[in-house]
């Protein structure tokens, strides 16, 4: 977040950061396969691909963007406080649409991180308002919470690594068009 941070005061667009960050991402994950897993390569087909698809938009891209424009127009911990919303609304849907039983240890342990990391950020000390800053960090919150449980899905029927290759493949595509690199 510190080193983001100082790129975007330095005038960088939080589009233009998040194209670039998730583009180096992609063109790494690439490398490593290349050298380590050949057949992550290969892109999945069929139901695992369109979730591979929606987790490269929501899961990388929208997240990465989210959280960027809201590290660029709040302090940075209340930006982490709203992103790390995310494992409470995990929780939220384990509880409430796949109708699984959520320990009571669980909603504390959630309760006592967010109070913690609240502490760690000091978010009281830089409290200032911004709401569209407020609107991208539940965004990102919810984009995060999207992160883990496409992950998740796809994770379960495919090697990690590919599923994550292939998701910063498909984040870098969308995001070059829409925001491309040689504008950087």
Same mark, same amino acid.
Request: aromatic letters at 8%.
């Given at each position: 977040a510190g080193v983001s941070r100082v790129a975007l005061r330095a005038g960088v667009d939080p589009a233009a950061l998040t194209t670039l960050r998730v583009t180096g991402t992609a063109v790494v994950l690439v490398v490593v396969a290349a050298l380590f897993r050949r057949d992550a390569l290969r892109p999945p087909g069929? *139901?695992?691909g369109l979730?591979?698809?929606?987790h490269g938009l929501v899961g990388v891209a929208a997240l990465q963007w989210t959280y960027f424009v809201a590290i660029d127009r709040l302090p940075v911990g209340m930006a982490l406080l709203l992103e790390y919303q995310a494992p409470i609304l995990v929780a939220l849907w384990a509880r409430f649409v796949q109708r699984e039983q959520v320990s009571s240890r669980l909603w504390v342990g959630l309760a006592l991180a967010v109070v913690g990391l609240a502490a760690a950020t000091d978010v009281w000390g830089d409290a200032t308002f911004d709401g569209l800053g407020v609107l991208a960090g539940l965004a990102a919150a919810v984009c995060f919470?999207?992160?883990f449980l496409i992950g998740e899905a796809g994770v379960a *029927?495919?090697?990690?690594l590919r599923v994550i290759l292939w998701s910063f493949a498909v984040a870098s595509v969308a995001l070059n068009l829409l925001n491309p690199l040689t504008g950087f």
């Open positions: 069929g *139901r695992l979730l591979v698809v929606v919470a999207g992160y *029927r495919l090697d990690p």
